[in-house]
C-alpha cells in the first residue's frame, strides 16, 4: 500500500478536535437561582477537576470521519495484478504486406491462409485485422463481424515499405494494454530475417499474449540492383559517371546483364559477373541527358522470383553551371582570387563566378543567381541591403566575409547580428588564435579536417543573437555562423578569404570548405538526397512561412498534399516506389526517386531458436527469477482506494448525526418547561 499525496496525512492532528470538545469543553449546568444558603453545611472541595470522556460512541465517529478524510486526500493506493478478462481472448492477424512478400505468390497465400483462421472464429470471438510494414495499419477495428474482417483480408495490397516486427509487437503490447483481453496473434509472412529489430527486446509481448506463425514461401536466392550512385546534377553529360553495385543474396555465381536507360530509352547496356553471394559494381560513363528533370534506371535481366528489386530508379536534372555574384569593394584582390580557384578546382564545376562592386549590383537581378558572396564589402549602398534580405528569404542563400572593413560597422550585413569588435593575435599573448570547436557534421563544413593548421590573425566578434555558432577560435569567438532568414540562410565567415587576416586559403582544408560551402549555399540550405529509400521524409519548408504553398505528385500525377497541407506541412513522407515531382514552399521544383529498401531483397529466413523465443515472450516464462521479479512488477499497477474512503465517510456522516442527534437533544421534561414558560 502507498500514499500518492503523504503529506495530506499531516491531517490527523486534527483528531485533537473531538478530544477537546468532548474533554474540555463539558456542557455546563445553568445555575438556578436558591432563596439562602445559611442552612447549608461549610465544606472544602478539591480544586482539581476530574474528567472522563462521555458520548464515547460520538467521540468514535467524530475521530473516525477527521482519520477518513485525511486519507482519502492521501489518496492511498495497492498495487494489483492487470489480469485479462478470464475466458476472452482477441484474434489479431497481422498480414505482412512488405516489399518482400511481392515474391512468387506469397501475399496471395498469406491471404488464402488468414482466411483460414476466419473460418474457424467462433459467433461469440472477437478478431482485428491489421496490415504490416514499416508500420502496423489497423484495417478493422476489433470486431465479430466475419465479413467485415474477410473484407479487410481481401483488401490487403503488396506495399513498398519494409517489415517491422518490432513495431509489430509494440502494437500487440498496446493491443493488450488497452483492451485488457489475452491477444490470439496469427502472423502470416514470409518472416525474413531483415525485419527483426536491433534489439531482442523490442520483440517481447505481454504474458497471455499467444503467437503463432504463419510462414509463406522459403529462402531463395535473390540477385537484386543494390544502390546506384549517380549524380543529383549534370553540367558537362562527358563527364558523368553513374555507378550501380549487383547484388546477390543466397544466390550462386551469375552473370547478369545490366542496363542503364533515361526516360525510357536504353543508353548502354554492360555484362556483369556477380560472385556466390557476393556483389559486384558496374560503372557507365556519360550521359546524353536533356535539359531539365530525367527520370533513370539501372536494371538487370530477371532471373529469380523477386523482379520487383531488379530494378533502382535514380532522377537526374541537367543544367548549366549556375552564377555565383561575389560582391568586393577591391581592397582586397586575393580573396576574389583564391576564392574564384577553389570554387573552379572541381572538374565538373557547377559555378560560374561573376564579381561586381557593390555599387553595381543595385540594378541586377538577384535571383537570378544560385548564391551571393559579401568580401568584407563594409556598409552597402541604401536599398541593396534590403534587397539581399528579400533576396535570402524568398529562399536564396548569402556567404558573408568579415574583415577590417566590417570592423567599423555596428552590424552584419543582412543578417543584423551586432558586431563588437575586431579580436587581434598579438606578440604579448598568442600570436595567432586557431580553431577549437567545429561543427564537422554541418554539411558547409564537411571535409575540412576541423580546419587542422589554420592560424587566425584577426577575426570580428560577433555578437550570436539569432545565429547558430558552427565553429569557434580557442578564445571563444565565433568563427562560423548560420541564420535563417525566411526560406534561406545567411552564413557568416568572422575573417576574410585573403591570406591576411589568415593563412586559411594556404592550407588544404580551404578547397573543400569553398566546395561544401558553395554547394550547400547553392541549394538554398542543405539540399536532401533526390533518391531516397521508401518511408523517407522529404522536407517542404524550412521555416513557418504559411503564405507560399508546396505540391507534390506522386508517381500517378495525383495531388499528395490537401489545401491545408500544402500551406502547412514541413514534410511529408514517401511511401511508395517511383517518381515524385515536388515544389518547395520557396518555389524550388525538383524529382525525387524513391526505392525500397534494399535490406528487403534478402529473403533469409529468422531462425527457428529465434521464433521459439519470441512466442516464449508471451507465456510468462521469461529466464532467470530477476526477469520474472521485473515482469511481475510491471504488470502490477496501482488501483486507487479513493472510492471506499468516500463511501465510508458519508455513511459514517450519517451516523455521525443521528447519534448526536439522540445524546445532545435536550431532555423530554426540559423541552416541556420550556414550552409552558414560553406559553
Same mark, same amino acid.
Given at each position: 500500500?502507498?500514499?500518492?499525496?503523504?503529506?495530506?496525512?499531516?491531517?490527523?492532528?486534527?483528531?485533537?478536535?473531538?478530544?477537546?470538545?468532548?474533554?474540555?469543553?463539558?456542557?455546563?449546568?445553568?445555575?438556578?437561582?436558591?432563596?439562602?444558603?445559611?442552612?447549608?453545611?461549610?465544606?472544602?472541595?478539591?480544586? #482539581?477537576?476530574?474528567?472522563?470522556?462521555?458520548?464515547?460512541?460520538?467521540?468514535?465517529?467524530?475521530?473516525?470521519?477527521? #482519520?477518513?478524510?485525511?486519507?482519502?486526500?492521501?489518496?492511498?493506493?495497492?498495487?494489483?495484478?492487470?489480469?485479462?478478462?478470464?475466458?476472452?481472448?482477441?484474434?489479431?492477424?497481422?498480414?505482412? =504486406?512488405?516489399?518482400?512478400? =511481392?515474391?512468387?505468390?506469397?501475399?496471395?497465400?498469406?491471404?488464402?491462409?488468414?482466411?483460414?483462421?476466419?473460418? !474457424?472464429?467462433?459467433?461469440?470471438?472477437?478478431?482485428?485485422?491489421?496490415?504490416?510494414?514499416?508500420?502496423?495499419?489497423?484495417?478493422?477495428?476489433?470486431?465479430?463481424?466475419?465479413?467485415?474482417?474477410?473484407?479487410?483480408?481481401? !483488401?490487403?495490397?503488396?506495399?513498398?515499405?519494409?517489415?517491422?516486427?518490432?513495431?509489430?509487437?509494440?502494437?500487440?503490447?498496446?493491443? %493488450?494494454?488497452?483492451?485488457?483481453?489475452?491477444?490470439?496473434?496469427?502472423?502470416?509472412?514470409?518472416?525474413?530475417?531483415?525485419?527483426?529489430?536491433?534489439?531482442?527486446?523490442?520483440?517481447?509481448?505481454?504474458?497471455?499474449?499467444?503467437?503463432?506463425?504463419?510462414?509463406?514461401?522459403?529462402?531463395?536466392?535473390?540477385?537484386?540492383?543494390?544502390?546506384? #550512385?549517380?549524380?543529383?546534377?549534370?553540367?558537362?553529360?562527358?563527364?558523368?559517371?553513374?555507378?550501380?553495385?549487383?547484388?546477390?543474396?543466397?544466390?550462386?555465381?551469375?552473370?547478369?546483364?545490366?542496363?542503364?536507360?533515361?526516360?525510357?530509352?536504353?543508353?548502354?547496356?554492360?555484362?556483369?559477373?556477380?560472385?556466390?553471394?557476393?556483389?559486384?559494381?558496374?560503372?557507365?560513363?556519360?550521359?546524353?541527358?536533356?535539359?531539365?528533370?530525367?527520370?533513370?534506371?539501372? =536494371?538487370?535481366?530477371?532471373?529469380?522470383?523477386?523482379?520487383?528489386?531488379?530494378?533502382? +530508379?535514380?532522377?537526374?536534372?541537367?543544367?548549366? +553551371?549556375?552564377?555565383?555574384?561575389?560582391?568586393?569593394?577591391? =581592397?582586397?584582390?586575393?580573396?576574389?582570387?583564391?576564392?574564384?580557384?577553389?570554387?573552379?578546382?572541381?572538374?565538373?564545376?557547377?559555378?560560374?563566378?561573376?564579381?561586381?562592386?557593390?555599387?553595381?549590383?543595385?540594378?541586377?537581378?538577384?535571383?537570378?543567381?544560385?548564391?551571393?558572396?559579401?568580401?568584407?564589402?563594409?556598409?552597402?549602398? !541604401?536599398?541593396?541591403?534590403?534587397?539581399?534580405?528579400?533576396?535570402?528569404?524568398?529562399?536564396?542563400?548569402?556567404?558573408?566575409?568579415?574583415?577590417?572593413?566590417?570592423?567599423?560597422?555596428?552590424?552584419?550585413?543582412?543578417?543584423?547580428?551586432?558586431?563588437?569588435?575586431?579580436?587581434?593575435?598579438?606578440?604579448?599573448?598568442?600570436?595567432?588564435?586557431?580553431?577549437?570547436?567545429?561543427?564537422?557534421?554541418?554539411?558547409?563544413?564537411?571535409?575540412?579536417?576541423?580546419?587542422?593548421?589554420?592560424?587566425?590573425?584577426?577575426?570580428?566578434?560577433?555578437?550570436?543573437?539569432?545565429?547558430?555558432?558552427?565553429?569557434?577560435?580557442?578564445?571563444?569567438?565565433?568563427?562560423?555562423?548560420?541564420? $535563417?532568414?525566411?526560406?534561406?540562410?545567411?552564413?557568416?565567415?568572422?575573417?576574410?578569404?585573403?591570406?591576411?587576416?589568415?593563412?586559411?586559403?594556404?592550407?588544404?582544408?580551404?578547397?573543400?570548405?569553398?566546395?561544401?560551402?558553395?554547394?550547400?549555399?547553392?541549394?538554398?540550405?542543405?539540399?536532401?538526397?533526390?533518391?531516397?529509400?521508401?518511408?523517407?521524409?522529404?522536407?517542404?519548408?524550412?521555416?513557418?512561412?504559411?503564405?507560399?504553398?508546396?505540391?507534390?505528385?506522386?508517381?500517378?500525377?495525383?495531388?499528395?498534399?490537401?489545401?491545408?497541407?500544402?500551406?502547412?506541412?514541413?514534410?511529408?513522407?514517401?511511401?511508395?516506389?517511383?517518381?515524385?515531382?515536388?515544389?518547395?514552399?520557396?518555389?524550388?521544383?525538383?524529382?525525387? %526517386?524513391?526505392?525500397?529498401?534494399?535490406?528487403?531483397?534478402?529473403?533469409?529466413?529468422?531462425?527457428?531458436?529465434?521464433?521459439?523465443?519470441?512466442?516464449?515472450?508471451?507465456?510468462?516464462?521469461?529466464?532467470?527469477?530477476?526477469?520474472?521479479?521485473? $515482469?511481475?512488477?510491471?504488470?502490477?499497477?496501482?488501483?486507487?482506494?479513493?472510492?471506499?474512503?468516500?463511501?465510508?465517510?458519508?455513511?459514517?456522516?450519517?451516523?455521525?448525526?443521528?447519534?448526536?442527534?439522540?445524546?445532545?437533544?435536550?431532555?423530554?421534561?426540559?423541552?416541556?418547561?420550556?414550552?409552558?414558560?414560553?406559553?
Amino acid at each position: 500500500m502507498g500514499f500518492l499525496s503523504p503529506w495530506f496525512l499531516a491531517g490527523l492532528a486534527a483528531v485533537g478536535l473531538p478530544i477537546w470538545i468532548h474533554l474540555l469543553k463539558r456542557h455546563k449546568t445553568d445555575p438556578r437561582p436558591f432563596p439562602s444558603l445559611m442552612f447549608f453545611e461549610r465544606r472544602e472541595h478539591s480544586s #482539581v477537576k476530574h474528567r472522563r470522556l462521555e458520548y464515547l460512541l460520538l467521540f468514535a465517529l467524530r475521530v473516525a470521519m477527521l #482519520v477518513l478524510l485525511a486519507l482519502l486526500f492521501a489518496n492511498p493506493f495497492i498495487r494489483r495484478a492487470a489480469t485479462a478478462s478470464e475466458g476472452k481472448k482477441l484474434l489479431l492477424i497481422a498480414i505482412d =504486406r512488405s516489399f518482400s512478400m =511481392r515474391a512468387g505468390d506469397h501475399l496471395a497465400r498469406a491471404k488464402d491462409q488468414a482466411m483460414s483462421v476466419l473460418s !474457424s472464429l467462433r459467433p461469440d470471438e472477437q478478431a482485428q485485422v491489421v496490415g504490416l510494414g514499416a508500420q502496423v495499419q489497423a484495417l478493422t477495428q476489433p470486431t465479430a463481424d466475419p465479413g467485415e474482417l474477410r473484407a479487410a483480408v481481401q !483488401s490487403i495490397q503488396p506495399g513498398d515499405s519494409r517489415a517491422s516486427f518490432g513495431e509489430l509487437a509494440r502494437y500487440v503490447r498496446t493491443l %493488450a494494454e488497452s483492451t485488457h483481453l489475452s491477444l490470439k496473434v496469427h502472423l502470416l509472412s514470409d518472416l525474413q530475417k531483415s525485419a527483426l529489430p536491433p534489439g531482442f527486446a523490442d520483440l517481447r509481448l505481454n504474458p497471455g499474449t499467444e503467437l503463432v506463425f504463419h510462414q509463406v514461401g522459403q529462402a531463395a536466392p535473390n540477385w537484386t540492383v543494390e544502390n546506384v #550512385v549517380a549524380p543529383r546534377r549534370v553540367f558537362d553529360p562527358k563527364r558523368v559517371r553513374i555507378q550501380a553495385t549487383i547484388g546477390g543474396f543466397g544466390a550462386p555465381a551469375a552473370k547478369r546483364s545490366v542496363t542503364l536507360a533515361l526516360n525510357g530509352k536504353v543508353m548502354q547496356t554492360k555484362p556483369v559477373d556477380v560472385a556466390a553471394g557476393g556483389r559486384a559494381q558496374v560503372e557507365f560513363l556519360g550521359l546524353d541527358a536533356p535539359y531539365g528533370f530525367s527520370r533513370g534506371e539501372v =536494371r538487370i535481366d530477371s532471373a529469380d522470383i523477386l523482379p520487383a528489386d531488379d530494378r533502382f +530508379p535514380f532522377a537526374i536534372e541537367r543544367i548549366d +553551371p549556375r552564377k555565383v555574384l561575389f560582391l568586393d569593394d577591391g =581592397r582586397r584582390p586575393r580573396a576574389l582570387l583564391y576564392f574564384r580557384a577553389a570554387l573552379e578546382s572541381s572538374g565538373d564545376s557547377a559555378f560560374q563566378l561573376e564579381a561586381l562592386r557593390p555599387e553595381q549590383a543595385l540594378n541586377l537581378g538577384l535571383s537570378n543567381y544560385a548564391f551571393i558572396v559579401l568580401s568584407d564589402v563594409g556598409s552597402l549602398p !541604401s536599398g541593396l541591403e534590403d534587397a539581399l534580405r528579400r533576396y535570402v528569404a524568398s529562399g536564396r542563400a548569402v556567404l558573408i566575409a568579415l574583415g577590417p572593413g566590417s570592423a567599423a560597422m555596428p552590424k552584419v550585413p543582412v543578417t543584423g547580428e551586432s558586431i563588437e569588435a575586431a579580436r587581434y593575435a598579438g606578440r604579448e599573448a598568442e600570436r595567432f588564435l586557431t580553431v577549437s570547436e567545429i561543427d564537422i557534421g554541418h554539411p558547409a563544413l564537411r571535409n575540412v579536417e576541423r580546419f587542422a593548421g589554420v592560424k587566425f590573425y584577426q577575426a570580428i566578434h560577433v555578437t550570436p543573437a539569432k545565429s547558430h555558432v558552427l565553429a569557434r577560435l580557442n578564445d571563444q569567438t565565433p568563427l562560423v555562423l548560420e541564420q $535563417q532568414i525566411g526560406e534561406g540562410k545567411a552564413l557568416v565567415f568572422a575573417s576574410t578569404f585573403d591570406n591576411v587576416s589568415n593563412d586559411l586559403p594556404l592550407h588544404a582544408s580551404w578547397v573543400p570548405f569553398v566546395a561544401q560551402a558553395a554547394a550547400y549555399l547553392g541549394g538554398g540550405g542543405a539540399e536532401q538526397p533526390v533518391n531516397l529509400a521508401v518511408d523517407s521524409y522529404v522536407e517542404l519548408r524550412t521555416g513557418d512561412n504559411k503564405s507560399a504553398a508546396a505540391e507534390v505528385l506522386d508517381p500517378d500525377g495525383k495531388r499528395l498534399l490537401s489545401l491545408e497541407e500544402a500551406v502547412s506541412a514541413k514534410n511529408f513522407a514517401v511511401r511508395r516506389e517511383g517518381f515524385f515531382e515536388m515544389k518547395t514552399a520557396s518555389g524550388r521544383h525538383s524529382l525525387i %526517386a524513391a526505392h525500397a529498401d534494399r535490406r528487403e531483397s534478402d529473403l533469409t529466413v529468422i531462425p527457428q531458436e529465434t521464433l521459439d523465443l519470441w512466442q516464449a515472450t508471451g507465456k510468462g516464462d521469461q529466464t532467470g527469477a530477476g526477469a520474472s521479479t521485473s $515482469q511481475d512488477q510491471s504488470e502490477k499497477k496501482p488501483w486507487g482506494l479513493w472510492p471506499i474512503l468516500l463511501l465510508l465517510l458519508l455513511a459514517i456522516g450519517i451516523l455521525e448525526s443521528v447519534v448526536a442527534n439522540r445524546y445532545l437533544r435536550p431532555p423530554a421534561e426540559k423541552q416541556e418547561g420550556a414550552k409552558k414558560e414560553a406559553a
